[in-house]
């Protein structure tokens, strides 16, 4: 008789257990697709990111290439000593830009990895990376911005009325700093964001300072 009310008590509590069993399997089930599904989307987001810059590193490429065309043709209507100065000085102030502009990129790369380690965590960051995101968005628009005003620089040099033509480009120029500048602005917005964020179990701010 004993043997019997342990075998069925046995029976009862494995059949409890059973249930509990296949929830927590499919919780883990669950958790590994959201890591996949994630990390799908981080792999498809750098993609994307690493062609941008592909394209935007031929470009510097191919406009520091044509540099002795411009001053060409340039001289014609200003003097080659003037072209040249004028030259130096448009390929100074790109490349000031242009290392602002890769240094933003870095700074968003480094808080993605922080962002992506903290949500690996457990952490909810979603409103900080839609920060992040349009961070980026203000880089990229700076970088829009630069090649506009390369293109205008270019056109420059074949212009019939040079003087007015470099007048359009310095306004472009101050519109790419200001850009850089509303771009550095982001990012200081989302670094104030994460102060406070902890990767594990701690608890996490992930409110605006």
């Given at each position: 008789m004993a043997k019997s009310h342990l075998k069925r008590a046995l029976i009862t509590g494995a059949m409890l257990v059973a249930p509990i069993l296949v929830l927590a399997e499919e919780d883990v089930n669950t958790r590994g697709n959201l890591r996949a599904e994630r990390q799908?989307?981080?792999?498809?987001?750098?993609?994307?990111?690493?062609?941008?810059?592909?394209?935007?590193?031929?470009?510097r490429e191919a406009f520091k290439a044509e540099a002795q065309k411009r001053v060409d043709a340039l001289k014609k209507r200003v003097g080659e000593e003037r072209a040249k100065r004028i030259e130096q000085f448009f390929n100074q102030m790109?490349?000031?830009?242009?290392?602002?502009?890769?240094?933003?990129?870095?700074?968003?790369?480094?808080?993605?990895?922080?962002?992506?380690?903290?949500e690996e965590a457990g952490n909810d960051v979603s409103k900080i990376k839609d920060q992040l995101k349009s961070a980026r968005d203000k880089i990229s628009a700076a970088e829009t911005?630069?090649?506009e005003a390369k293109a205008k620089f270019k056109e420059m040099a074949n212009s019939q009325n040079p003087k007015e033509a470099f007048r359009?480009?310095?306004?472009?120029?101050?519109?790419?700093?200001?850009k850089i500048k509303d771009a550095h602005r982001a990012l200081v917005d989302?670094?104030?964001?994460?102060?406070?964020?902890?990767?594990?179990?701690e608890a996490t701010s992930t409110s605006s300072r």
């Open positions: 799908n989307i981080r792999q498809e987001a750098q993609q994307k990111r690493q062609a941008v810059m592909l394209e935007a590193k031929n470009k790109v490349r000031k830009f242009e290392n602002a502009i890769d240094r933003l990129n870095g700074l968003a790369d480094r808080i993605e990895s922080r962002l992506n380690k903290s911005a630069l090649n359009q480009v310095k306004a472009l120029v101050q519109g790419v700093a200001q989302v670094v104030k964001s994460i102060k406070g964020l902890r990767l594990g179990s």
